[in-house]
């Protein structure tokens, strides 16, 4: 399970008020994280569509390397010939950086892939590799020098986009989040990964300090996309 502290925090409110509109402003860096199957993905590919801004799944970044290990044969225990196999890796997307468009060494990978319940069980062993994280986050890190963006991921506000006033933690009840996923049909021990992702030493799932905190249990996609909008739109006034 995702940590506790399911309380709503207000974000910061940035001291000068400018009379510019929100279109006016550059675009924001939106940074969404939560525990597996929360909805986040969902949520952000629509929010970062509402504010014309890029969609990056750092989670599709991490799966899609787990892929690759997995396709190479290469052991995920073994961290030196994983970080070996990192350093000849390449990856790239484009302006929906998420399933289906993430490609490793120009081989695009299709859906099926990257949600595979091979992947399900070993991403979050290759994820708590320090060396893959440090790479991956300087990857994710290079897609904000464009025009805003929105990430979801476990460590997008806490360590990939700690300045930015924009940060969501999505959460959901275990039991809806389980639920969630056998609706898609896939294969997947959340709970298992939750565990792993929350307790490792490298950039564990938490929620930022200073987060806006929204329980998705029981909200509509779209309340939960509404809300994260004007959080927004309510902070842009103010930063
Ligand atoms: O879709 P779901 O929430 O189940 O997972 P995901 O976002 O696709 O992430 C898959 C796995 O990647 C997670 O369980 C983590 O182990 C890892 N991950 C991470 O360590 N850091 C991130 N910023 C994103 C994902």
Redesign the pocket.
Known sequence: MGPDGGKVVAAKVGEGHDRRSMSEKSPPIVAI??????G??TVARRVASALGVVFV???????AFTWWVLEKNVDPAANAAVVELLGATSFDCGDDCGVGTITVDGQMLAPEAISAERV?RN??I???IPEV?SRLVAE?RAYGQSNGLVM?????GSV?FPDTPYKFYIDASPEVREQR?RAEGIT?S?AE??K??SSRAA?P?VVPEDAVVVDSSDLTVEEVVDSVLAAIAEQRDQV
């Open positions: 994280d939560g525990p597996a199957a929360s986040k993905s799944s750092s989670g599709g970044m991490y799966r399900n991403v979050s290759i994820a708590a994280r994710q979801e991921g476990r460590d997008i990939v996923r997947d959340i990964r939750d792993a992702d950039s799932l």
